[in-house]
C-alpha cells in the first residue's frame, strides 16, 4: 500500500466515520486519512471514496460518489443483501465490505487492489452471475460445434446449414440433436436463446 491514501466516508451514520477514523490510521502506521461526508455529490479529489450501502445514503451514493470523483476507487460497505450487492457494483463500485470491527481486515485487502466481496454472497452472486457468464453448458462446445450453433442462432435453415458445412440434411439433424442434448435444450429455440446469453453469437 501506498503513502498518503485520503479515504472519504460517505455516510449517515457518525459512528461508522468515527469508528474508521479511529481504526484505519492505526491499522496502517499513519498512511490512511479518514474524513467523513454526508453525500457523495461533493467529495475533494480523495483516492479512495468509502460509500455507506445503508440509509440514508445507499446505493444512490455510489453513482454520486463515481460522479463526482471519477479516478477514485469506490468501495462501498454493508452489503448484506445480493441484490444491493449486484447494483452495487453496477453503480461503480470495485468492492463490498462488511459492517462493524470486520470491515477493516477486508478493507486493507481492497486498498492493496483486491476485489473483495463478503464471503457469505459468493456462492449467491457466482449463481447469478452464471447465466450471464455462463451457459457452462456452451463452455465445453469444440468449434464445430459452436459454428452450428451460430448458424442456428442466426436461423439457418437445414437445408442452409447442409449446404454450409457440405453434408446431407439428415447429417444436419443428427448433429443438431446432439448438439440439444450436449445443451440440454429441448429445442433450437432454446439454443439460440443459450447462444446469445453466453456471446456466441
Known amino acids: 500500500m501506498r503513502n498518503g491514501i485520503s479515504i472519504v466516508v460517505v455516510s449517515g451514520h457518525a459512528s461508522l466515520v468515527r469508528g474508521l477514523q479511529q481504526s484505519l490510521p ?12 454526508d453525500g457523495g455529490a461533493e467529495l475533494n479529489s480523495p483516492d479512495v471514496v468509502l460509500v455507506d450501502l445503508e440509509a440514508p445514503t445507499g446505493l444512490p451514493a455510489v453513482s454520486a460518489a463515481r460522479a463526482a470523483a471519477p479516478h477514485a476507487r469506490i468501495l462501498a460497505i454493508g452489503g448484506d443483501d445480493p441484490n444491493t450487492t449486484i447494483e452495487a457494483l453496477r453503480a461503480g463500485a470495485s468492492a463490498v465490505l462488511p459492517r462493524g470491527e470486520d470491515a477493516t481486515a477486508p478493507l486493507l485487502a481492497a ?6 466481496v463478503p464471503v457469505a454472497l459468493l456462492s449467491s452472486l457466482v449463481e447469478r452471475a452464471g447465466p450471464q457468464a455462463g451457459s457452462p453448458a456452451t463452455a465445453h462446445l469444440d468449434e464445430h460445434d459452436r ?10 435453415s437445414t437445408s442452409d446449414i447442409a449446404g454450409l458445412l457440405h453434408v446431407s440434411d439428415r447429417t444436419v439433424k443428427r448433429l443438431t440433436a446432439a ?8 429445442s ?4 439460440a436463446a443459450l447462444a446469445g446469453s453466453a456471446g456466441i453469437v
Open 111 to 116: 486498498l492493496e487492489g483486491w476485489a473483495v
Open 26 to 37: 492505526e491499522a496502517t502506521g499513519g498512511r490512511v486519512t479518514v474524513t467523513g461526508a
Open 179 to 186: 448438439l440439444l442434448r450436449k445443451l440440454h435444450v429441448s
Open 147 to 156: 459454428r452450428l450453433l451460430r448458424l442456428i442462432a442466426t436461423g439457418s
Open 188 to 191: 433450437r429455440t432454446e439454443a
